[in-house]
């Protein structure tokens, strides 16, 4: 009986280690998304704030982390360095800048072009008239956003070099306070922050996109994320593509939800801030990549790139079933 006994009590220990195994399997199989996003990533930002991404997620096992960014260069470079798995969308300009820094990305989504969504912003009293008054000014412009290509543009046009000004790198918020302040003649800025500016401020348009600046916005992932999880990039492409139907469809209650997360902006900015973008979702086109390789010979030229840049470089992720 003793013996039995013994061999009992080491039956059911041993039981109990492997109920305790079995219990932490769940926590050991699930998996981590980790995605970045800055605040004008608003696809993500409603996937995030409906739960419709963890949800479609749910039967991969997966849960998600949401890491915030002031701007585009900064997320591409933690998602460079493995620091994240996914980013947002960023501007067009964006990539060109990680290309240049040796960075192995992929894209595996594209927002349609935007271009009226990013301007170059004056003060209503500012003499400053035409695009040439900016030769000697300060502008204020955040560096590696869309935005900055659009100045390159908008300079180029008027017959000016970027020598021919004083830039003034600044992230979004900061610039929008030293041009409220009038610590810069102008400011570079794309939405929400410029509808923001136009609605809040007295400002005038010296320009926008148009005819400009194509402003076409990517998602993009790390080569490596690409090749060992396309099931994942599935899923986050037909839920990128499903939001940004929706927004167009439901303006108003995107802004509702939005205008919250944007700090507390009203309703009818969040409105016009999303009517100047495009946020019709498709897989990216190597022959889109043109308008790539024009931002990158324009910064290369003005000497802001450390090297030339081939806009094809970067690997393209498609989906199986493409919803566009």
């Given amino acids: 009986m003793p013996p039995f006994i013994s061999l009992s009590r080491r039956a059911l220990l041993g039981l109990g280690l492997a109920l305790g195994l079995c219990a932490a399997l769940p926590a050991q199989a699930e998996t ?5 996003y800055q605040k004008s990533s608003t696809l993500i930002a ?6 419709t991404l963890e949800k479609a997620l749910a039967a991969q096992d997966i849960r998600l982390s949401w890491h915030e960014f002031a701007s585009g260069q900064p997320l591409l470079e ?5 620091n994240l798995d996914l980013s947002a969308d960023v501007a067009d300009t964006v990539p060109v800048f990680a290309q240049a820094a040796g960075a192995q990305l992929a894209y595996f989504a594209q927002e349609a072009p935007s271009p009226a969504a990013q301007a170059i912003l004056v003060r209503a009293d500012s003499p400053l008239r035409g695009l040439a008054d900016l030769k000697g000014k300060k502008v204020a412009v955040t560096k590696a956003a869309g935005s900055h290509y ?40 794309w939405e929400p922050f410029l509808s923001s500016a136009q609605r809040q401020l007295s400002t005038r348009t010296l320009a926008d996109g148009e005819q400009l600046a194509a402003y076409q916005r990517y998602y993009l992932t790390s080569q490596r994320f690409a090749r060992e999880h396309p099931q994942v990039l599935e899923v986050v492409f037909a839920e990128l593509v499903k939001a940004g139907d929706w927004l167009r469809a439901n ?51 003005e000497g802001l790139l450390p090297r030339r840049v081939d806009a094809h470089d970067l690997s393209i992720w498609q989906p199986q079933t493409a919803a566009r």
């Fill in 32 to 36: 981590e998304l980790r995605i970045g």
């Fill in 46 to 51: 409603l996937l995030k704030a409906r739960g």
């Fill in 78 to 82: 933690a998602l460079n360095v493995g």
């Fill in 150 to 189: 659009l100045l390159l543009a908008a300079l180029a046009r008027a017959g000016l070099k970027f020598s021919d000004i004083q830039p003034a790198y600044l992230t979004p918020a900061d610039g929008r306070a030293a041009f409220e302040n009038g610590k810069v003649d102008a400011w570079v800025t």
């Fill in 251 to 301: 303006p108003r209650e995107a802004a509702r939800i939005l205008a919250p997360l944007w700090g507390n902006l009203a309703p009818e900015i969040v409105e016009q801030a999303n009517a100047r973008r495009s946020y019709r979702v498709r897989p990216v086109q190597v022959e889109s990549l043109a308008e790539q390789q024009k931002i990158a010979d324009a910064f290369f030229a």
